[in-house]
Nanobody, 114 residues
Framework: QVQLVESGGGLVQPGGSLRLSCAAS????????MGWYRKPPGKERELVAR???????YFASSVKGRFTISRDNAKNTLDLQMNSLKPEDTAVYYC????????WGQGTQVTVSS
């Protein structure tokens, strides 16, 4: 079973930046489209960004222009650079394939607050 480990979250002020990283336990990144998801407090989990094997990207309208996604197939890592963070970006962030095929990891908490 693939294990996904997210890291890089924390507390940041509005307008700040964070970079999230996801590491996978096996060589999956070269096979699937990968995505970052988030679950805000009291809401459903949603897809935030996706990157295909070929490097094509998709961003939810709420983060477009502020977030970028990248992957390193050789290292089995997936990153999410988040800039100009807003309080509404507060959530637990997860990585998984798109659509999600594997068990969810623990996620990493991002809190945007002054």
């Amino acid at each position: 079973q693939v294990q996904l480990v997210e890291s890089g979250g924390g507390l940041v002020q509005p307008g700040g930046s964070l970079r999230l990283s996801c590491a996978a336990s096996s060589r999956i990144f070269s096979i699937n489209a990968m995505g970052w998801y988030r679950k805000p407090p009291g809401k459903e989990r949603e897809l935030v960004a996706r990157i295909t094997r070929a490097g094509s990207t998709y961003f939810a309208s709420s983060v477009k222009g502020r977030f970028t996604i990248s992957r390193d197939n050789a290292k089995n890592t997936l990153d999410l650079q988040m800039n100009s963070l807003k309080p509404e970006d507060t959530a637990v962030y997860y990585c998984n394939s798109d659509p999600p095929d594997w068990n969810w990891g623990q996620g990493t908490q991002v809190t945007v607050s002054s």
